[in-house]
C-alpha cells in the first residue's frame, strides 16, 4: 500500500492510543458499519485501501476533527527507515507548496542546524562525554 495510507494508519493508531481505546472499541463504535477489529488494525497498518466514507466513520468513532488526522507533528520515534521516508514525503510536500526563495532559506538553516548538532557531537566525543 502507499505511504499515505501508512501514514494515515499511523495517525489514527496514535490517536486510538492517546484516547485509552482498544481497536474492539473503535470498531463497535462504527455502528451500523460494523467494522471488525481486524479492519481497524488493517487500516492502522496502511494495509487497507480505504474509501473517504471510511475515514470519516473511523474519525466519527475516534471523536476528532480532519484537522487533529492530518496534524503529523504528533508521529514520534522516527528511527525505522520507513517512518523516516514518511516524514522526508510530508516535507517535501510542504515544501513544494512554497516558493524557491523560501526553500532555499529552509535548506540553508536545515544545514546550518545540521552542522551545529554534528559540531557539538564532535566536542562531547572528544571531551570524552
Known amino acids: 500500500m502507499s505511504d499515505f495510507l501508512k501514514l494515515v494508519g499511523e495517525q489514527l493508531r496514535i490517536i486510538r492510543v492517546s484516547k485509552g481505546l482498544s481497536q474492539e472499541e473503535v470498531a463497535e463504535r462504527t455502528g451500523k458499519l460494523g467494522f471488525s477489529k481486524g479492519r481497524v488494525s488493517n487500516i492502522e497498518h ?46 517535501r510536500s510542504l515544501l513544494r507548496e512554497r516558493n524557491l526563495d523560501e526553500v532555499k532559506y529552509v535548506v540553508r538553516i536545515t544545514k546550518d542546524f545540521l552542522d551545529t548538532i554534528d559540531l557539538q557531537s564532535k566536542k562531547n566525543s572528544s571531551n570524552g562525554q
Do not use: R, W, Y
Request: hydrophobic share 40%; glycine share 4%; charged share 25%.
Open 46 to 91: 496502511g494495509q487497507s485501501n480505504i474509501t473517504l466514507s471510511t475515514l470519516e466513520t473511523l474519525m466519527k468513532a475516534l471523536d476528532i476533527a480532519p484537522e487533529e488526522l492530518f496534524n503529523f507533528q504528533k508521529l514520534s520515534g522516527v528511527t525505522d527507515i520507513e517512518e523516516k521516508n514518511l516524514m522526508l514525503d510530508i516535507h
